[in-house]
């Protein structure tokens, strides 16, 4: 018991290792971060903002001027006259717009001059140009223009030196370590057509992604490192310059530099990652955030415009297509790039903004390792099927604590990586299971497979043949074979000898068992107990077990010529065979039990074996069996054997052979004879009549099986003992005998 102990926890405790290895394995992963984790990570944000996108707020004091298509088609393709934007900045700061930034690069001088423009009527008339203004460029009255509002310009982060380095509006005032230090790196910025660059209020980014950055837009840099100093993304500064500060503030690591915490902006505070991008927490597009600039550019005072415009901050930007400016969301739409730095805003005002810290990564992989543990604990200790119900459950609460955390902190919890770590610990550690299962099942197989023949080990596994702890009641054929003369033979080997030469003659006997589908229950010292009919129906088990003996006297015939016993007396068995209804299961305690069979036919077959040496024949069946078998056996009636605790005795016959000699002339003429002598003692004959009818058996039967020439001897001395003791045959045959012995 202690052994078996030993192993279970040896078993469970390599199963257990192999899961911390798998743990340590994801833990690894993970931290490694590669791109399908990184992707799968991204892809289920996205899924939580869809299921549950922000709505649009029309309160909210931010708007999108565009330049869609009705504007293009009214007042000419893009890019317009430089002039032609101071005339909508004019619009724009008369409506009393708390910011003007302009989503589009002005880096190149404008195309178009005032000269030009004055010979045109109708549009020095639409833009206001005079006779004054005919000296200077474009660029300069729309510096001009631009210089009496707050308007921020924006410029573009490329790869090439494109002239003279951006110099930032804003003051960055960094708390921590150098936060800047670690913020997203701009090569270049392009540039801005003088004079403008010194007449706007603010300069900001405007990009979305870093340089190269394609696909969904996710995160937004707050703040880029760049050749002349920290600068605000567009939407950042157009809201600095909205609220008049004059710095923005950038919160680090005290004792780690280059890590960005989050920035703040008057009172408004920006979570960022630590390079300083911000999580956009995205709403679906909606109309009410813009403005058409053809609306814009048209004369007189509208209110309706005014109450759009008074008091917010303004974007202009472009939706039409030709322009080239839509980008994908995590949300899976398409919108103007101007959207993406107005939703911007609205989140920073709301402070709805979305975060996710080094914290939060550690708590996730600390899920991932608490989920490993759960399944890899339960799964040693209870199985996969309770390992999967409680993986599921711990997997359920990591998606809820997900979901919580998005919708009441708008805190980036990712279950993706314990989830998907989890259920890969699972599968690869119920493969390990499954594999040492069938290895442990493969041992148990060949070692039950001693034991039960292997078609019926086929037939248990394919029917699914469960055996409970309890038995049920079935008629079966019992066995016992016992070696006789084990006494002498005991003592002319050593031990050692002795049991390999029981081990060489019990695998032969056994061998025969099952290759009649019989079930070996135990060996008993020199003797071997089984059974036929279970644990699986066997419909002819009677003549299996007959057939069967008779295999083993075979067997036992060609062991006794083997090598192992040469110079050594041949061993003879003596074997009982009865069929009857017994209690057949699992015998025992819950926690120790054997698979046997209990019932009087177990006790009937055992005396019959026990009566061979009295009847000195090798076989000996029940009457049961006789029926059973009919004539398909050759078989010749032997008395009764007296069962103790029966009140009546037990027909037995001797099994002299198979089907063929059962048909054979020369066994019908035993047969013949057999009959005659049985007749002649249940019909009182004298004494020398039976003795000459023995004679004649014994002379028959030696051409046929030598063996029976002693039953016929041993038949003629019990018939002549209990005429010698004045009991007529007659008695012998019909009433019980006090003796153990068979008599006819």
């Known amino acids: 018991m202690a052994g078996k102990t030993r192993d279970r926890f040896a078993r469970r405790l390599a199963f257990r290792l192999v899961g911390v290895g798998l743990i340590l394995l994801g833990c690894f992963v993970r931290v490694s971060d590669p791109y399908p984790v990184q992707i799968t990570r991204l892809i289920y944000f996205d899924i939580l903002q869809r299921i549950t996108p922000r709505q649009f707020n029309p309160d909210l004091p931010v708007r999108v001027v565009d330049i869609d298509e ?67 460029d474009n660029d300069a009255l729309f510096g001009a223009k631009i210089a009496k509002y707050p308007v921020v310009l924006g410029v573009a982060a490329r790869q090439t030196d494109g002239g003279a380095p951006i110099t930032p509006k804003v003051g960055i005032v960094e708390i921590g370590e150098q936060p800047a ?49 920290v600068l605000p993304a567009l939407g950042v500064e157009a809201l600095r310059v909205a609220l008049g500060e004059s710095v923005i503030f950038a919160e680090g690591m005290e004792d780690e530099s280059g890590i960005m915490l989050g920035a703040a902006v008057g009172d408004f505070l920006l979570p960022t990652t630590e390079n300083g991008e911000i999580w956009v927490r995205y709403r679906r597009d909606n109309p009410g955030l813009y403005l058409s600039a053809d609306d814009i550019m048209k004369r007189g005072d509208d209110p309706a415009l005014r109450a759009e415009i008074e008091g917010r901050i303004i974007l202009v930007g472009t939706s039409a297509a030709g322009l080239f400016d839509m980008r994908e969301t995590a949300l899976g739409e398409s919108v ?43 799964m040693s200790s209870f199985g996969a099927v309770a390992s999967f119900i409680a993986g599921g459950v711990a997997a359920a609460v990591v998606m809820a604590i997900s979901w919580l955390a998005f919708q009441n902190q708008s805190v980036l919890f990712d279950a993706t990586f314990p989830l998907i770590g989890g259920m890969a610990n699972f599968g690869l550690l119920a493969g390990y299971l499954f594999i040492s299962t069938e290895r442990e099942k493969r041992v148990i197989r060949q070692t039950f497979s001693h034991y039960v023949a292997p078609e019926i080990l086929d037939e248990m596994e394919a029917s699914g043949h ?20 084990f006494t002498p033979l005991s003592e002319s080997v050593s031990a050692t000898d002795l049991v390999a030469l029981l081990n060489e003659l019990f695998s032969e006997i056994g061998d025969q068992i099952l290759l009649e589908r019989g079930t070996i229950d135990k060996f008993i010292g020199d003797a071997v107990m089984a059974f036929w009919n279970a644990p699986l129906p066997v419909d002819d088990h009677p003549w299996r077990a007959a057939r069967a003996a008779l295999l083993m006297r075979k ?50 077959a055992a005396r019959i074996e026990q009566n061979c040496r009295h009847v000195d024949y090798d076989i000996l069946v029940s009457r049961s069996i006789q029926k059973a ?61 039976i003795e000459l009818l023995c004679a004649d058996c014994a002379a028959l039967a030696v051409s046929i099986e030598p063996g029976l020439e002693n039953f016929y001897r041993a038949l003629h001395v019990r018939a002549a003992d209990f005429q010698s003791d004045s009991q007529t045959e007659q008695a012998v045959f019909s009433h019980r005998n006090g003796g153990p012995s068979a008599v006819p």
Request: glycine share 12%; hydrophobic share 45%.
């Open 70 to 136: 009705k504007s293009l088609t009214e007042w000419g393709q893009w890019p317009w006259p430089r002039s032609q934007l101071g005339v909508m900045v004019d619009r724009l700061g008369d409506y009393g717009a708390a910011a003007i930034a302009f989503d589009m690069l002005l880096a190149e001088p404008d195309r178009y001059s005032p000269s030009r423009l004055l010979q045109d009527p109708s549009l020095a008339g639409v833009l206001r140009v005079d006779e004054s203004a005919a000296n200077l």
């Open 181 to 229: 230090a670690g913020l997203v790196k701009v090569a270049h910025w392009t540039t801005l057509a003088p004079p403008l660059g010194e007449d706007a209020t603010g300069i900001g980014g405007v990009n979305v992604s870093p340089v190269g950055g394609m696909g969904v837009v996710r995160r937004v840099p707050a703040l880029w490192s760049g050749p002349g100093g």
């Open 336 to 378: 103007p790039g101007v959207s993406i730095h107005a939703q911007i805003i609205e989140q920073i005002i709301l402070g709805d903004m979305l975060s996710r810290s080094d914290v939060t990564a550690a708590l996730e992989l600390l899920a991932f390792v608490i989920l490993g543990i759960v399944v890899t604990v339960v």
């Open 466 to 485: 469960r055996i409970q702890l309890g038995g049920e009641a079935q008629e079966i054929t019992v066995m016992f074979s016992d070696i006789r003369g």
């Open 555 to 604: 067997a036992l015939a060609q062991f006794n010529a083997s090598d192992l016993m040469q110079g050594r007396p041949p061993i003879a068995l003596a074997t009982g065979c009865a069929t009857g209804t017994a209690c057949v299961g699992n015998i025992g305690s819950r926690s120790r039990f054997n698979y046997t069979v209990i019932g009087d036919v177990v006790n009937v």
């Open 629 to 689: 078998v009919g004539s398909t056996l050759a078989l010749l009636e032997a008395g009764f054997v007296d069962l103790k605790g029966k009140s009546e005795l037990e027909p037995v016959y001797v099994l002299v052979g198979d089907r063929v000699l059962a048909e054979s002339a020369a066994f019908q003429t035993l047969l013949a004879a057999h009959t005659k002598l049985i007749n002649a003692i249940r019909g009182g004959e004298a004494r020398p009549t």
